[in-house]
């Protein structure tokens, strides 16, 4: 069953439940000092009153000066806030590939490097992939996950529990396991106690709902910088799903292929930092970003029968989800690595692409204050779209974790849409004509990014003499 069938299923409920939960877990621990201050002031006033007429300096007379003394005691209240982060990982999506997992007759997923790399007709028009890849033999998901300190075995260093909001297991084509917060006990061992970390972690979850299993692993992890983390694994699953009648017992070894983004990892001694005092390694973090474009193109995605005069005004959109732009020690840092989850630019009907994981160089520049930036771009998309996607985009934040966008660029490439036996062919967005693939348009619109924080020059980590350096 494919993941669009499962999620026509009503556990579908149950599993968004579970990832709101652990979405809305505590992440930040407050500490507050309440101070009383004690104010003694005493005021002295002197006056002195002459009478007139001649004296005799000579004979020691009574002074006529008046001294008057006030004291007075105030008392105020001094509270002082200190605000620490509250977990050790937060994680908002984590894919991984999986290696040696299919039973023997199954097929592969054809999902690709990290589960993420679909057929561009798979994902849009529901069609059957051309791909015939085994190299991965399915994928593991993780949503909504969180981990916090685990003050078991004599409070020994790095130990957490979490919780996974929602865990999809496909070992291949025809099995699956789903758990919706699953429970996780996990060690770690560092390699490498500085940015971007290096571990090795043991892992075991449980779930109970909807299917009940064990997942058992080993992954050697590098990150996190920037939200994005990458992982090896090794692993073995058994378990049985409720979801399949009759019922059957599932058993998945399995190496893999993992990334994360958004996914935040800190030590047991930055517990005792305060979030104002914490490092940060990358331009940009964010979660979603939407801009309306208006396009060259002759069709638009939301009206693909109407052309040329007829043609809507609004010709499509592009957007990325899971960002992260990562400072690069050139030009003041200002220049930046970064990639998205997912990358979407649909210019239209027949001008559009998808990317997964692309690479975009970024130059950061604020001309007016760090409240303004100027961002032109370059990046590359290699599939399931491949295409390469230029432009410069003006940020305004609006809000702590929001800012309005203005984006002028140029996309040219291919969609990745193949007809059978027709190769030279695609779809156009509506699936209603067969068009040349390849496309190339210049783009103006307006957008804005949600749950995006900006950081300016001076948040960076770099440049300040710190032991990375």
């Known amino acids: 069953m494919s993941l669009k069938t ?21 992440i930040t621990r407050t500490e507050r000092d309440v101070y009383t201050t004690t104010t003694i002031d005493t005021m002295v006033t002197q006056r002195v009153t002459n009478p007139p007429g001649e004296r005799d300096n000579g004979i020691i007379a009574p002074s ?11 008392y105020a209240d001094s509270i002082k806030v200190r605000e620490y982060p509250n977990f050790i990982r937060w994680s908002l999506f984590e894919g991984v590939s999986l290696l ?33 890849s085994q190299i991965f033999d399915g994928y593991m998901f993780r949503m909504g996950l969180m981990e916090w300190k685990l003050d078991w075995f004599d409070h020994a260093p790095d130990w957490t529990w979490g919780i996974t909001g929602l865990e999809i297991i496909r070992p291949d084509a025809d099995r699956r396991l789903v758990g919706a917060g699953a429970l996780t006990l996990t060690k770690r061992f560092y390699l490498s106690s500085k940015i971007p970390y290096i571990s090795i972690r043991p892992s075991v979850s449980l779930s109970l709902l ?97 052309s040329g005069a007829d043609a809507l005004l609004m010709k499509g959109l592009t957007a990325r989800f899971g960002i992260a732009d990562i400072a ?19 210019l239209g009907s027949t001008e559009f692409g998808i990317g997964v994981l692309p690479l975009r160089l970024t130059y950061h520049w604020t001309p007016l204050s760090q409240s303004f930036r100027v961002e032109p771009f370059a990046e590359v998309n290699f599939a399931p779209s491949s295409f390469f996607h230029a432009g410069v985009r003006m940020a305004f934040p ?13 996309a040219n490439g291919n969609t990745g849409s193949r007809v059978p036996g027709l190769e030279e062919f695609g779809f156009s967005i509506d699936q209603r004509r067969l068009v040349d693939p390849h496309f190339g348009a210049i783009y103006l619109g307006v957008g804005a990014s949600l749950f995006d924080h900006l ?14 350096e």
């Not at 300016?456 to 990375?468: A, Q, T, W």
């Open 210 to 306: 909807p299917s009940q299993y064990v997942n058992t692993s080993v992954s050697a992890d590098v990150g996190s910088i920037g939200g994005v983390n990458l992982r090896a694994y090794v692993g073995y699953a058994f378990g049985s799903s409720i979801l399949d009648s009759p019922s059957e017992t599932i058993t998945v070894p399995y190496a893999g292929l993992g990334v994360s983004v958004m996914d935040f990892l800190n030590r047991e001694e930055e517990l005792d930092t305060e979030w104002k005092y914490h490092e940060h390694s990358a331009w940009e973090i964010g979660a979603a970003e939407i801009v309306f474009v208006g396009s060259q193109a002759d069709r638009s995605i939301f009206a693909p029968r109407k």
């Open 398 to 410: 609006i809000a702590d974790q929001m800012a309005v966008h203005v984006t002028a660029g140029w």
């Open 328 to 346: 690069l020690p050139i030009f003041d840092y200002r220049l930046s690595l970064g990639t998205a989850l997912a990358n979407i630019v649909f």
């Open 64 to 74: 006529s000066r008046v001294e008057n003394r006030v004291r007075t005691i105030g």
């Open 100 to 132: 040696g997992s299919a039973a023997a007759g199954s097929e592969s997923t054809r999902t690709g490097l990290f589960g993420l790399y679909r057929d561009v007709n798979e994902l849009l028009f529901g069609e059957d992939s051309e791909d015939t």
């Open 455 to 468: 950081f300016s020059r001076k948040e960076l980590r770099y440049g300040k003499g710190y032991p990375h």
């Open 6 to 26: 499962y999620l026509h299923r009503p556990l579908l409920l149950a599993c968004f439940i579970a990832l709101v939960a652990t979405g809305c877990g505590t």
